[in-house]
């Protein structure tokens, strides 16, 4: 093998192990950092209607079945849509 092949393989071989390296190092520090978790309603004191917000979410499926959060999301999404949801109909 003449010098210039063995350089060729060398640098190619180096190029493949930094790479590989790296890929290692990139998975290593996903699995090092959880993910954030989900953003929450904050309830500002006072603010029973966000409280109640946060209690439903915090129930997770059974918030759906809850006579009290089925009318809290109501009366959230009437006070976000307002009167544009009403000309609607």
């Known amino acids: 093998?003449?010098?210039?092949?063995?350089?060729?393989?060398?640098?190619?071989?180096?190029?493949?192990?930094?790479l590989t390296i790296a890929g290692f190092e990139r998975d290593r520090g996903a699995r090092r950092m959880p993910h954030p978790p989900p953003p929450t309603a904050q309830a500002r004191p006072g603010d029973s209607e966000a409280a109640t917000l946060a209690r439903c979410q915090a129930l997770g499926e059974a918030g759906a079945r809850d006579e009290s959060?089925?009318?809290?999301?109501?009366?959230?999404?009437?006070?976000?849509?307002?009167?544009?949801?009403?000309?609607?109909?």
């Open 1 to 18: 093998m003449t010098l210039s092949l063995v350089i060729r393989v060398a640098a190619v071989a180096f190029a493949l192990l930094a």
């Open 69 to 89: 959060c089925l009318a809290a999301w109501a009366r959230n999404r009437q006070r976000f849509l307002g009167a544009a949801r009403d000309e609607a109909r």
